[in-house]
Every structure is written in C-alpha cells, then in structure tokens.
C-alpha cells in the first residue's frame, strides 16, 4: 500500500490488491480509507477472482466504495471484473505488466531470425506451469526433426518434474537445463531460443511477463489459453492455443509449419518484437499520464 499526498488532493491510497486472505486485510485499510475520505486506487494483478465471482472480492468492491479506482492488466481483464462486480467501466483503467520488463529485456534488439532451430521453456519447473506438456512436445517434435535444440530454464517447484528434466539434459546432447535464470542469463537465454512454448495451466494466472520478455527478443510465442494472453492475437507474434489435453499436439503442427516455411516464422518473428515495442510505449505512456494525474489530483475528476 502506497499513500500519495498532493496539493489538491490530500491523500490517495494505492493498493496492490491481494488475491487469498489478505484481502481481509484489504478491507480494514479500505475501510479506514473512506473513513477518512481518502481516495482509492486498487491495482489487480490475479485472475483468482476474475475467472468467477469471488465473495471476498465483492466484499473488497464494497469496502472501496463507488468512486475508486481500479487497474486491470488489459481489456479483457477489465471486461470481466466489470462483470463479475458491477464495477462502473468508467472507474476502471488498464496498465500492463509488460512495463514491468527489466532494463536487460528492454533493452534488447529483435534480431532477424530466419528460421526455427531451437525451442524453449522458461518458468517454474511445475505441472501447472506445463512443464510436462512441453515435455511431451519436445519428444513429438524430434520425430520429425532431430536436430532441433531445446532449452529449459526456470527453478525447481516439483522435484519429479526437475528430475526429468535434468534426465533429459543428460543423456541429450541437444537438450540444456539452464537452472534458473534472470536478468543476463535470461538474456542469453532467449538469445538461443526461436520458439518460446507457454503451456501454463496455472488457473489464476494474468498477464504473464515472460510472454513480453520474448517478444522483446522477437521470439514468437505458443501459448494456452490463459489469463490475458487469451485475448492475443497471431498478429501479435503470441499463438494462443485452445485446450490444455492435446495443447502438445497442436504446438508441434504450429512449429512443424514454421519448419516447412521459414518466411511465415520471420513474419512472425517481426512481428513479435514490434508488438512488444508498440505495447511498451502505449503502456509507458499510460503510465506516466497515470502517476501525473495522481500527483495532481485529478485522477477522480469526471469519474
């Protein structure tokens, strides 16, 4: 929670809103906050509340009162809480996560990349990250190209998981487990990938970062049909991909066909890295026009 004082308007909370048992938490500064005719601002970072109606978020709605401020991660997400809670589309915004990028990512160049030689996984090593499925990938795509490289990157979060991970990153030489990696070395990892796979099941997830991180390197990305990432498009460079049982089947037909068509993969590759450049500066920009609202007080004005 942050409070932020200006001259024309005393005092604005912002809060990060929590998404368990801490929105109890929420609550009792919610209610402090109107108590003392403080103004709201919450910033939502969970899909928990927004795949279905959730008791304490309507609770969290009610505590904030009607003239509060909500921030969504992107227009679907701002659609469905909307919804879900009777919010007023007008008392709402959208701020990506993709501001979020690390200078390193930012930073980066979409090099031209021609063709696909290697795919890549990065994130937790967990089931509901989709690990296994990316497994499974892997295995259905050597069959057809047996040179194609693979790289895994991310911390242990299920020992049998990481187990077959690092299994496979021993007896194939193709095949490399970068441990967890950040910052440079995440750099150096999406150096070496063409493809990055995002078969998350994770239920509650929102807007991914690392979907930007690769699109920041021109990597087109396969994705299930998760949180904001569902509402992308192909012209993106995201591939979202409907389904989860038979999501490894349907990513090795989208990267066989780039196999086969180099010029559709480098399409989608540029495509990739102007949408990231596109969508940070839109979401720098918001940003800024936000905090230079707040600091002047007039973020409340006409809502």
């Known amino acids: 929670m942050t409070l932020i004082r200006s001259q024309r308007l005393p005092r604005v909370v912002y809060l990060g809103a929590s998404a368990g048992l801490?929105?109890?938490?929420?609550?009792?500064?919610?209610?402090?906050?109107?108590?003392?005719?403080?103004?709201?601002?919450?910033?939502?970072?969970?899909?928990?509340?927004?795949?279905?109606?959730?008791?304490?978020?309507?609770?969290?709605?009610?505590?904030?009162?009607?003239?509060?401020?909500?921030i969504l991660l992107c227009?679907?997400?701002?659609?469905?809480?909307?919804?879900?809670?009777?919010?007023?589309?007008?008392?709402?915004?959208?701020?990506?996560?993709?501001?979020?990028?690390?200078?390193?990512?930012?930073?980066?160049?979409?090099?031209?990349?021609?063709?696909?030689?290697?795919v890549g996984y990065l994130g937790p090593l967990s089931a509901e990250k989709g690990i296994w499925d990316f497994l499974a990938l892997v295995t259905t795509l050597r069959a057809g190209s047996p040179h194609l490289l693979v790289h895994i990157a991310g911390p242990?979060?299920?020992?049998?998981?990481?187990?077959?991970?690092?299994?496979?990153?021993?007896?194939d030489p193709l095949t490399r487990y970068w441990g967890a990696a950040y910052r440079a070395d995440k750099v150096r990892f999406l150096d070496c990938v063409d493809v990055l796979i995002f078969p998350s099941r994770y239920r509650h997830e929102a807007e991914p970062l690392v979907v930007y991180e690769a699109?920041?390197?021109?990597i087109p990305v396969?994705?299930?049909?998760?949180?904001?990432?569902?509402?992308?498009e192909?012209?993106?460079?995201?591939?979202v991909l409907a389904g989860t049982a038979d999501f490894p089947a349907k990513a090795a037909d989208v990267v066989a066909g780039w196999l086969r068509d180099p010029a559709a993969y480098a399409a989608a590759s540029a495509a990739a890295r102007q949408h990231f450049v596109n969508h940070l500066e839109l979401s720098d920009d918001e940003a800024a026009r936000l905090l230079a609202r707040l600091a002047a007080g007039e973020i409340f004005k006409g809502l």
């Open 215 to 218: 699109l920041a390197a021109g």
């Open 75 to 118: 227009e679907h997400m701002r659609a469905r809480y909307c919804q879900q809670y009777a919010v007023d589309h007008r008392r709402t915004t959208v701020l990506s996560s993709v501001m979020l990028a690390e200078r390193e990512i930012r930073a980066m160049g979409g090099r031209l990349r021609g063709r696909v030689g290697a």
């Open 156 to 171: 242990s979060a299920d020992a049998a998981a990481t187990a077959a991970v690092v299994q496979l990153a021993t007896r």
């Open 222 to 232: 396969i994705a299930t049909q998760v949180g904001c990432v569902r509402a992308l």
């Open 22 to 70: 801490g929105r109890i938490y929420d609550v009792a500064i919610l209610m402090v906050a109107r108590l003392r005719r403080t103004q709201v601002v919450i910033h939502h970072h969970s899909y928990r509340y927004i795949n279905a109606r959730d008791f304490l978020e309507a609770v969290v709605v009610r505590a904030a009162g009607g003239d509060a401020l909500h």
């Open 234 to 239: 192909a012209a993106s460079g995201v591939f």
